[in-house]
């Protein structure tokens, strides 16, 4: 019986190891498949450009709108130091602060905004995770940004952030505050 079973087995992972014969898609149809954009078409420009770099730097480009903040994107190099939780302030289904801290009421916490195109870190005053979850102010090189929670200690709370610049001129938004 074993002997059976065994063959059978051999040609059925055969079988579907094998790709189907057919067309192979173009680097057009893959692009598009994926969402890039075609070369000489404008980018949307509440989007993070695809190819700016995923680590944060300290400074904001020097012609950057520092009240408008963008969607996050890849943050996949950006270090936010030790931390034992974090929070994520999101408008819609879109990331626009990561924060992160220790459960060390006497350290500071750091975010992550990106603004004109390039991710910047910003720092908050000594209150340890739990005054990144109750709100906080953020400071960057400068710009401030302000969120402010609603009450409560749910894991997701709407809340108000207020990105303000050092010439005053500020905007606001409204989304979501979600802690872990």
């Known amino acids: 019986m074993r002997l059976v079973i065994l063959p059978l ?9 094998q790709e189907p ?9 893959f692009a598009n498949r994926i969402g890039q954009q075609e070369a000489g078409t404008q980018l949307d420009p509440s989007q993070p450009d695809p190819n700016a770099p995923n680590v944060a ?6 012609d950057a709108n520092l009240t408008q903040l963008q969607r996050l994107g890849d943050i996949g190099g950006v270090n936010l130091g030790p ?4 929070c994520t302030f999101m408008v819609g289904n879109q990331e626009m602060i990561i924060a992160a801290g220790m459960k060390e009421p006497t350290l500071p916490g750091k975010a992550v905004v990106r603004v004109g195109d390039t991710l910047v ?14 709100g906080t102010t953020f400071t960057g090189e400068g710009f401030s940004i302000q969120v402010a929670p609603a009450a409560g200690e749910g894991q997701s709370r709407p809340a108000n952030v207020v990105v303000t610049d050092a010439a005053g001129n500020s ?4 989304g979501n505050w979600i802690c872990a």
């Open 83 to 86: 931390r034992e939780g974090g």
């Open 171 to 174: 905007q606001n938004y409204s």
């Open 9 to 17: 087995s051999i040609l059925a992972l055969a079988a579907c190891s």
């Open 57 to 62: 730097v300290a400074a904001p480009p020097s």
């Open 121 to 134: 870190m910003t720092d908050a005053e000594p209150g340890g995770l739990a005054g990144i979850k109750s």
């Open 21 to 29: 014969a057919g067309e192979q898609e173009s680097a057009d149809d």
